[in-house]
């Protein structure tokens, strides 16, 4: 079930509105990481090793769709690749505006 909550609010300007799935689905990302909150931070992790970690979990989302996991179990996975996409991204950005990656 989507959870639709706050996406009612009016756009501002030059403030994205995420369609109802990608805010959804960026909840379910959050959830992933405050689960690791423990481990060390992205920032601390180079490029390289995160996309190694990202190819990592494409394969586990491989493996839970293709064994005909749970739907918990691909979503979490799923999680966890854009997870690590993102972490990527943070990094790019962080680089290309000479800013620390965000913590
Ligand atoms: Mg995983």
Redesign the pocket.
Known sequence: MIDTGDLDRPRRGGEVMPRAEVHWFAERMEA?LAENDHKRHWSSCTPGWLLKRLE??VA??RRAVETGAPAARVI??AA??GNFAMMIADHACASSTGDPPMT
């Open positions: 992933e990592d979990e586990e989302l979490s996975e966890d690749v």
